[in-house]
């Protein structure tokens, strides 16, 4: 009836890891109240776009990431305040656990990546920062992203002048 494969299985692992991050991420995203830069966070996601995107990126010697603010913006049409400013942080969060597997995959193993993906997906301190109005669960998926790309070019013989 059904043919299950390894790579079915696998996948299906990748499923769960993915939901139990989910699960984990949006308990009380919302409950609590918006602290310190939360609170700047959420003013500059009210404003309009031509302003986010005016006062993103480095100003005053300050990294101000303008994805994570367009994100935050659109977010609001949601609803609720603290839950809709953290939804991109929780979108990024979950990103990451993807994206670990496929580190992991690509160093090591299929079974790795599902460890590193569910290792991901209960760290605390990645679920802190997935349930945070901020864009420190954004840097942590670029990161990895970059790493990704900078292995599987190099991998190739790609250089930054064929890159480019």
Same mark, same amino acid.
């Given at each position: 009836?059904?043919?299950?494969?390894?790579?079915?299985?696998? !996948?299906?692992?990748? +499923?769960?890891?993915? +939901?139990?991050?989910?699960?984990?991420?949006?308990?009380?995203?919302?409950?609590?109240?918006?602290?310190?830069? /939360?609170?700047?966070?959420?003013?500059?996601? /009210?404003?309009?776009?031509?302003?986010?995107?005016?006062?993103?990126?480095?100003?005053?010697?300050?990294?101000? @990431? @303008?994805? !994570? +603010?367009?994100?935050?913006?659109?977010?609001?049409?949601?609803?609720?305040? /603290?839950?809709?400013? #953290?939804? @991109?942080?929780?979108?990024?969060?979950?990103?990451?656990?993807?994206?670990?597997? #496929?580190?992991?995959? +690509? *160093?090591?193993?299929?079974?790795?990546?599902?460890?590193?993906?569910?290792?991901?997906?209960? =760290? @605390?301190?990645?679920?802190?920062?997935?349930?945070?109005?901020?864009? !420190? =669960?954004?840097?942590?998926?670029?990161?990895?992203? =970059?790493?990704?790309? *900078?292995?599987?070019? =190099?991998?190739?013989?790609?250089?930054? /002048?064929?890159?480019?």
């Amino acid at each position: 009836m059904f043919d299950l494969t390894a790579k079915h299985i696998v !996948y299906f692992f990748l +499923l769960l890891a993915l +939901l139990l991050g989910v699960a984990l991420r949006l308990h009380h995203l919302g409950y609590k109240s918006f602290w310190g830069d /939360e609170i700047w966070t959420a003013q500059v996601a /009210e404003r309009s776009l031509d302003y986010i995107l005016a006062h993103s990126g480095v100003v005053s010697g300050y990294w101000r @990431p @303008p994805v !994570y +603010l367009v994100m935050a913006h659109f977010a609001l049409f949601v609803g609720h305040k /603290e839950f809709a400013v #953290r939804l @991109p942080a929780l979108i990024f969060g979950l990103l990451g656990i993807a994206m670990i597997y #496929r580190l992991g995959r +690509l *160093f090591y193993s299929k079974a790795v990546g599902l460890v590193a993906a569910v290792l991901l997906a209960i =760290s @605390p301190y990645h679920l802190w920062y997935s349930q945070e109005a901020r864009w !420190y =669960s954004q840097l942590v998926f670029f990161s990895m992203v =970059s790493l990704f790309f *900078f292995i599987v070019l =190099s991998c190739r013989g790609i250089t930054s /002048e064929k890159a480019a």
